[in-house]
């Protein structure tokens, strides 16, 4: 960070560096993030543990270039006994998150402040560095750690986050999009119990490829399920982590604890799939691209914060015309999710124009 | 003849991002993350005007391509331009297009007003000031 960084940057360098020049224990872990290199470096053991967790089948081997590496830098107030600094908000802020997002005028340095914490990321330098008071970390947090600014970082990336699950059949990718409540966790998590591979219930990083296609990442290896929908899935009840406040209904599955080898970190994506409850039998069908368009549309614009400008829909049309789209009619049994699922795959690989079979669907 | 149906206006381009897929359209107003979306004759109209059509051209257009009756199609592009004027998604265009419209589409369903649906965001209707930001509001050139 340079010398004419914010007050607020100065000082989180300052603390950070006064704690662990104090002894606080450092806990550094290496990670891929759609494939760049990520280094998080916390300061409390607590913390890193609890921050390394959701991110845990990203792990990697250290050695990347420095110069093109996120680094992630926390310390925690309690168990280094540091205080976290007085915050001086950025220049422009907005409430967001039931936090506050603030940046600087030029939009290098972004915050986000949510009770007791700060971190803030210069752009420029791929460099984070926040501090955590108090000893809570929220459901939010502790699944999704980072994700207001990260879905920033991904942004400058080339990689767009997108409200939509993620799953994968023989290394084809399966895009979910669609509002909360249309099934994306429960069909995510039952096609892995069933053996598909695993990426996202819900946020996941959307990236076009140089030869057009599309790559879809995995974000987290979590997964937030509401407590009464676990009697669907009795065999993940054992594994739910439900250190939340009472109104935060939905405990946290960490899957690469449970599910190690079916978590990937990245797929070609091959098809788009759009969910619809209630049938009396799960089936499959075409869809056409402007459902499609319309699911994208409902279930990320609103949801995903900062909110997707005009790349995201460039991106999303970009993708929609690019693979075809499918209706999957959830039916009562969900041991017949991911039968549908390959089948989707199958089909899409051997459509030889998805666009004439579309305008027929 | 009305105001709305003199000249031609073209999508505001620098506040609004647009996608049109199979007649679809979803409109982005990145101010506030309103987003805007109409189908069949309403995604055609928004075409047209975004290319720079005058909208009396515009009208005779809709009204050829769908055999729709030229008074009735001009009583609703004018109304749908006042409102795309009112959400500020159109402004006057400076020139108008080169050339015509082109064919009619292959896949054109039956006319029916062009409908502007519109899902304003929970910010907004929780009257957020300043609503939540876009990323847009975030730029930085370097990163």
């Not at chain 1, 802020?93 to 972004?110: E, F, I, T």
């Not at chain 1, 319309?294 to 909110?307: D, G, I, M, Q, Y």
């Not at chain 2, 009257?127 to 050139?141: K, R």
Request: proline share 5%; net charge negative; aromatic share 6%.
């Amino acid at each position: 960070m340079t010398a004419d960084a914010p007050p607020l940057v100065h000082a989180l360098q300052r603390t950070f560096a006064t704690a662990a020049c104090d002894g606080a224990e450092l806990h550094v872990a290496h990670f891929s993030f759609a494939g760049r290199p990520v280094r998080l470096s916390v300061l409390g053991p607590r913390l890193a543990a609890r921050t390394q967790r959701a991110f845990a089948h990203l792990r990697r081997a250290p050695g990347e270039a420095a110069d093109r590496t996120l680094r992630i830098e926390l310390w925690d107030e309690t168990e280094t006994g540091v205080t976290c600094p007085p915050v001086v908000e950025l220049d422009r802020q907005w409430v967001a998150c039931g936090g506050a997002l603030a940046a600087s005028s030029d939009g290098r340095y972004v915050s986000f402040r949510y009770q007791d914490s700060v971190t803030v990321l210069d752009r420029a330098d791929q460099h984070m560095i926040g501090c955590r008071g108090g000893s809570y970390l929220s459901t939010g947090e502790y699944s999704k750690p980072l994700l207001v600014l990260l879905s920033i970082w991904y942004h400058d990336r080339g990689v767009q986050l997108l409200h939509a699950g993620l799953i994968s059949s023989s290394g084809s990718g399966v895009v979910l999009p669609g509002a909360s409540g249309t099934g994306k966790s429960t069909t995510s998590l039952a096609s892995l119990t069933q053996g598909l591979d695993y990426l996202s219930d819900d946020f996941t990083g959307i990236e076009r490829r140089s030869d057009g296609t599309f790559s879809g990442h995995s974000v987290y290896g979590t997964a937030c399920l509401a407590r009464d929908n676990f009697v669907r899935f009795p065999e993940l009840r054992m594994h739910a982590v439900d250190e939340g406040l009472p109104e935060e209904d939905k405990p946290i599955l960490f899957l690469s604890e449970i599910f190690p080898d079916r978590l990937r970190t990245s797929v070609p994506i091959r098809a788009i799939v759009l969910l619809r409850r209630g049938n009396d039998v799960t089936a499959v069908q075409r869809a056409r691209r402007r459902e499609a368009l319309r699911a994208f549309a409902e279930s990320t614009l609103h949801t995903v914060v900062p909110r997707p400008g005009r790349e995201a829909l460039a991106m999303l049309g970009s993708l929609i015309e690019s693979v075809p789209a499918w209706w999957l009619l959830l039916g009562p049994d969900l041991s017949d999710i991911a039968p549908a699922i390959d089948k989707i795959v199958s089909r899409s690989a051997h459509l030889d124009d998805f666009r004439m079979a579309d305008q027929g669907g | 003849m009305l105001n709305e149906l003199r000249g031609s206006f073209t999508a505001n381009s620098d506040h609004v991002a647009a996608k049109v897929i199979d007649g679809e359209l979803i409109i982005i107003r990145l101010s506030d993350g309103t987003y805007y979306s109409m189908d069949n004759a309403g995604a055609r109209v928004w075409a047209l005007i975004a290319a720079q059509h005058p909208i009396a051209d515009v009208v005779r257009t809709i009204a050829s391509w769908y055999g729709a009756a030229e008074d009735r199609v001009e009583s609703d592009v004018a109304s749908l331009v006042r409102e795309l004027l009112d959400e500020g998604l159109i402004v006057a265009a400076s020139a108008e297009a080169n050339g015509g419209p082109g064919a009619a589409p292959a896949d054109l369903e039956p006319y029916e007003a062009p409908t502007l649906h519109i899902y304003r965001d929970m910010g907004n209707l929780l009257a957020l000031d300043p609503p939540t930001p876009g990323i847009d509001d975030l730029m930085f050139g370097n990163a």
